[in-house]
């Protein structure tokens, strides 16, 4: 890749994320390296992931793979949202349908196994990674944390859940439980965030992943506080922060006020509608359903046509799944739609439709 097309390669990701004009709406996908990947799963036959994740030549091959492969605009850094728990005191497994808690944290004895947040072998692992990649990496790299509601879920379920009745219950019926809980992690986040920009990272994203369990009051109460506390925090950093939750079209402007210069949404609303409550003053990030993947060609097309057509150029897009990438996508049809991403700026809008 020649200079030049490595710095508008980097100037489109990261000028979107300020709102600025671009030449081609940039694109990345949630979950781009790891599973779909049939060089990642060979190499989950000899690594689980954090052994990969504490090798950091092994991470940042993986992390940078996606780029070359897919001509993605952005890189997102390999690692999983639990790994800075451990220096908590929070054990847990890495399962196949996610972490499993043997002891979960649900009341002030539970409170008092819990440790304030320190740089152990794994998070220096995960800096080291962020280093090599900046080295090499044509495009920027994004680094990301769980969000404190997100990580507070997983720690008081002992795992993932449909309902989250547990931590609703310790949110309404323990609040100074809760509100020690939130900011112990709250300030975890703040310092693995700050330890990741200070390594290179060029934008961070906020996993608010499972947020969308609450209305807008309880957010409003119980969350927004602390999303607030870390935009705060990572400002004067000047790195753009993305602020990205599922099932949280109710949530949206709450979400936007909580902090973020760009706001990830999921597929369940459409972009222009998302991008109306959160407000033109902010970047958005989505929103194609994960699904759609699976579809033919014709179907994929058409489907991340119809999301370009719902910004029509105004600045501050970034073209992304509305979650993750699916374990069964094709890659191909995951560079067929940065292809259409990116010709959709620069062809003929009207032969494209």
């Known amino acids: 890749m020649s200079n030049t097309a490595v710095t508008a390669t980097t100037e489109r990701f990261l000028k979107a994320c300020r709102r600025e004009a671009v030449d081609r709406t940039p694109v990345w996908f949630m979950r781009q390296a790891g599973r779909s990947q049939p060089q990642y799963r060979a190499l989950r036959e000899q ?37 800075p728990l451990q220096s908590m005191g929070v054990a847990f497994e890495l399962l196949d349908g996610g972490p499993s808690i043997a002891r979960p944290v649900r009341t002030t004895e539970d409170l008092e196994r819990l440790r304030p947040f320190e740089l152990d072998d794994t998070t220096a692992a995960v800096l080291q990674t962020i280093r090599l990649i900046r080295s090499s990496s044509p495009v920027p790299l ?38 020690r809980l939130m900011e112990l992690l709250t300030d975890m986040v703040i310092r693995y965030l700050g330890a990741q920009v200070a390594a290179g990272v060029q934008a961070v994203q906020l996993f608010d992943s499972w947020v969308g369990c609450l209305g807008a009051t ?27 939750g599922t099932c949280t079209a109710g949530l949206l402007p ?67 799944l509305g979650h993750g990438v699916l374990p069964q996508t094709p890659r191909e049809h995951l560079r067929f739609v940065v292809e259409i991403v990116h010709e959709f700026e620069v062809g003929d809008r009207e032969r494209m439709g």
């Open 47 to 83: 690594y689980s992931l954090p052994e990969i994740v504490r090798h950091p030549e092994l991470g940042a091959e993986v992390t940078l793979r996606p780029v070359a492969e897919l001509g993605v605009d952005a890189a997102v850094l390999f690692a999983d949202i639990m790994l």
């Open 142 to 179: 994004i680094g990301f944390s769980g969000a404190p509601f997100t990580l507070a879920s997983y720690v008081i379920e002992g795992g993932a859940s449909r309902d989250y009745l547990v931590t609703k219950a310790v949110m309404h019926q323990d609040p100074v439980v809760w509100a």
């Open 218 to 244: 309880d957010y409003a109460q119980h969350v927004a506080p602390y999303s607030r506390a870390i935009a705060a925090a990572l400002r004067p950093a000047g790195t753009p922060m993305i602020h990205f």
């Open 254 to 320: 709450e979400m936007a006020a909580a902090g973020g210069e760009v706001i990830g949404v999921d597929w369940r609303i459409p972009l222009a509608e998302a991008w109306a409550r959160i407000g033109y003053d902010r970047g958005i990030q989505g929103n194609l359903d994960p699904a759609v993947l699976l579809a033919p060609r014709d179907i994929v097309r058409r489907r991340t046509l119809e999301i370009l057509r719902q910004a029509p150029g105004r600045p501050g897009h970034i073209f992304n």
